[in-house]
Each structure stands twice: as C-alpha cells, then as structure tokens.
C-alpha cells in the first residue's frame, strides 16, 4: 500500500487507556505516526490488517482470548514487522514464550521516552538489514572510486529508511522520481519531498535495490516508471527535463518495447 507521508507508522497495542494514550502523545511528539491503539489481540489484528505498519509496540498482558505475545504471532503471519513488547512482566517464563517470535526489542515498563526512541530506531535498522540485497552494479564508467559511506541507507523490500531530522523516515521506492548527483551529496526527489543525501551518487545506486532505477547521465538516476515523456536528448519526469547522456541511452531504450 503507497502512501505519501514519510513518518514511522507505528500501531500500539495496550488495554490500559491513559498509558495507551500518553504513549500516543510521546510518540507523536516524537515525530511518529500511530496508526491505530488496540485493546485487545483481535482489534490489533484488524487494525494491522488494514494499516500499512512498520513497527508494533505490544503489550504482553492485554484483554481478550490472546495475550500480546499470541497477538504478535499472528500478526507475522501476516507479514513481518519489527516488533517491541512493553510490559511489567519480567520472569523468565514470559521471556521465554516471547523470545519464541523474535521480538526486535523487551522493554519493562515504565517507559523511557529516550530508552524507546533508541529501541525503535534498532529494531528498524536490524529488521531492514534481514533485507538488504548485494551490492549491484549501478557505477558509471567514470565513478569508479567508492566512497566508504558516510549515511546509513536501510532497505526492506518496498522502501528504504534514510537519516532525516535524527531518526529513520521512510521512502516508498515506487514514490521516488529520481536522484541527482551534487557533488559528494545525492538529492532524492519524490513528488512531495527532497533529501539530501551525504553520499555520491554511485554509492546510493549501489545501496539500494531496485529495478525500475535506470542511470541516464552520469548525474541522474531515474525511476522509468515515472517518465512522462522522452526526446533524443531529454527525459521528463513531471515538470522536470533531465539530460539523456549518450553513454545510457542504449539502456534508457532497451527499457520500452517497440512495435
């Protein structure tokens, strides 16, 4: 599911109302996006169904049939997300049980505000690393020497996470347009959004796994399923007309089928 906004949706899963709510608040002023709160396993799993998510904070003793450990169990069957268990239980038979669906993070409560930023921002780095394809080949013949990386780019398999504002904010890669080299920056372009990237422009190709990127000039990358329209030496993307290097236009047209 594409969605514009680049914040961290999060869904909280807690049955106890006021400390539901005043972790809303935190992570919110934080900069997070609460999807949904749940009281219970079966509307976690409702909500979780029908909201992109990307990183749950469970309670372990909730209300209902299913406690939160048994919610987090079937919510991976769904699909995979980091998950961070609160609770006050700390023996070492409820570890046990919740170490069986490989929480990303066990916190006891009460909660620290810094203690969960640091614990959300692991979880969504280990959990991107699982992801994280071999490098490819995106060099172009004159960016032959690497830069050794000086920003952290975590990739899952539809988005990658990127540093912005001091926390990870996350970037649909169908959403992104295109990059431009600056120097030894990369500026990301998305429809509503631009980050600069304190890598060159080789580095970030090769980070990131993609196949609808296409090198089209030795200072632009491009999304193809974007392009608007072409010419010999020129291709749109929106209101933009970036150069078509000879270099890459074999490639660039090897992407269309001609009739």
């Known amino acids: 599911m594409l969605r514009m906004t680049d914040q961290l949706h999060i869904l909280i899963v807690e049955d106890e109302a006021i400390l539901a709510l005043d972790l809303k608040g935190k992570l919110q002023k934080e900069g997070y996006l609460?999807?949904?709160?749940?009281s219970s396993g079966a509307k976690a799993?409702?909500?979780f169904e029908k909201h992109p998510v990307d990183l749950v904070?469970?309670?372990i003793s909730i209300k209902g049939e299913?406690?939160?450990i048994e919610t987090a169990r079937r919510m991976q069957l769904v699909r995979s997300v980091p998950i961070i268990y609160l609770t006050a239980l700390a023996d070492q038979g409820t570890l046990n049980r919740a170490l069986e669906t490989a929480p990303a993070a066990y916190i006891i409560k009460p909660l620290n505000v810094a203690q969960l930023r640091i614990a959300i921002e692991l979880a969504i780095s280990n959990f991107a690393k699982l992801f994280t394809p071999p490098d490819r080949p995106f060099l172009a013949p004159e960016e032959k020497e690497k830069d050794p990386g000086r920003e952290t780019i975590l990739q899952t398999d539809e988005s990658i996470f990127i540093k912005h504002n001091y926390?990870?904010?996350?970037?649909?890669?169908?959403?992104?347009?295109?990059?431009?080299?600056d120097n030894n920056y990369t500026m990301l372009y998305t429809a509503t959004k631009k980050y600069a990237l304190r890598l060159p422009l080789s580095t970030v190709t090769e980070k990131i796994d993609y196949p609808k990127f296409l090198r089209i000039h030795r200072s632009y990358v491009i999304n193809i399923q974007h392009v608007d329209s072409f010419s010999e030496h020129e291709v749109t993307i929106g209101a933009q007309q970036l150069p078509l290097g000879r270099t890459y236009k074999d490639d660039f047209l090897r992407q269309f089928l001609f009739r």
């Open 57 to 59: 904070l469970c309670d």
């Open 167 to 181: 926390q990870f904010v996350k970037v649909i890669l169908a959403q992104v347009l295109y990059f431009e080299a």
């Open 66 to 68: 299913w406690d939160g």
């Open 34 to 38: 609460v999807v949904g709160v749940a």
């Open 45 to 47: 799993l409702e909500l």
